[in-house]
C-alpha cells in the first residue's frame, strides 16, 4: 500500500523494456544531482530521460523520492510505448470521467489512450482523480494490464489504440468551462 516513487516508477518501467527486448542503458554521466551516476536506479532513469518518458523535475533534480501520481503513470506508460514502438490493442470506447477537468491537459491523451487499452479505470462514482499518489498495488496492476493490451502482433480485425502526442484532446473540447461563458442553445426539449 506504500505509494510508488518516480525512482520506484521508472525502475518498473525500465526492467519492462529490458524485458520486452529494449536495449540498455549506456550513458555513464548524470544530468542530475541527486540520481549521481552509478546510484541504485541510474541505469533507469538515464534510459527514462534519452527515451523521453520523462525528464527531471527542475533545478537539475531528478526527484527519485517524490510520489507519482495516477496522470503522471499513464503519461509515463503511453511516453514509453511509444517510444518501444509497443502497440496498445483496444479494449474500450474512450470516454470521459467525471474529474476529467482535474486531469492535466499535458496528461490528457495519455489517460484516454490508457482507459481505452483497459490499463486504467476509474473509482466507482467513475472519478479517475488524477493527482492523486498511487500505491504499488495499483501500479502493478497498471503494469500487468499495459502487458496485457501490448502487442507484437496484432490480432486480425483489432483496433489499436494511438500513441501519438495530444492523439484524444479533442475529446476534452467541452471539458474545461470559464465562468461566464455563455453555454450553447440547445434543441427544446418537452
Known sequence: TANTTRLGFVKMLYELHIILGGEENLQTDSEFTDIPAGSNGFDAVMWAVDSGVTS????G?????????REQCAEFLVRMARADRISLVKQEKASLFKDSSKISKYAR???TACQMAGVISGNKTGKFMPSNKISCQETATMICRFLDAARSEIPDGAELVSTEKDAYLDLYANVDYVFGTPV???????
Open 109 to 111: 491523451s495519455s489517460v
Open 184 to 190: 450553447p442553445a440547445s434543441d427544446p426539449v418537452p
Open 61 to 69: 533534480r531528478f526527484g527519485p523520492e517524490t510520489p507519482v501520481t
Open 56 to 59: 527531471g523535475v527542475g533545478g
